[in-house]
């Protein structure tokens, strides 16, 4: 099985498929306040580059990256379908989504992700990304997290 990760068009029929399928494995773990992630709108908009892991050419994941104007980055809708999870996806999107803010010159990479989401944390924290405060417009809410990693 090979995995390919590029920067692709978010508005296509598998990827608005996935991100449905993220919505509604979100909508078992938390209630809709808690859920934080943008729409098919808002990632379509200049700053944000939008990544795809493609799994023997079908998409099967992906992730934002969306530039902030105080020079930082912000990790938003990173999710693997549930039949290619373990296959390392989340691993090479996030990598992906690192180099890309390296070669925009951003300072750090944030994000917001949820405490029952032990797979994601473990990742994130093996790449180097420590817990913070709640940052730009988020509050302080016991299910979330808050992590950065400075670039």
């Known amino acids: 099985?090979?995995?390919?990760?590029?920067?692709?068009?978010?508005?296509?029929?598998?990827?608005?498929?996935?991100?449905?399928?993220?919505d509604s494995y979100m909508a078992t773990l938390y209630p809709a306040d808690s859920n934080h992630a943008p729409d098919l709108d808002s990632l379509d908009k200049p700053g944000v580059s939008f990544f795809v892991a493609r799994w023997d050419g079908e998409i099967a994941g992906c992730c934002a990256l969306v530039r902030k104007p105080d020079g930082t980055g912000e990790i938003k809708r990173l999710f693997v379908a549930a039949q290619a999870r373990g296959q390392s996806l989340g691993k090479c999107l996030m990598q992906a989504v690192e180099q890309a803010a390296r070669q925009s010159n951003l300072s750090a990479i944030r994000l917001e992700t949820g405490i029952h989401q032990p797979e994601a944390i473990a990742l994130y924290r093996r790449l180097g990304y420590v817990d913070i405060a709640p940052f730009d417009d988020y509050e302080q809410d016991p299910l979330s997290l808050f992590m950065e990693k400075r670039l």
């Open 1 to 22: 099985m090979t995995v390919k990760v590029a920067c692709e068009p978010v508005r296509q029929p598998d990827i608005a498929r996935l991100l449905e399928l993220s």
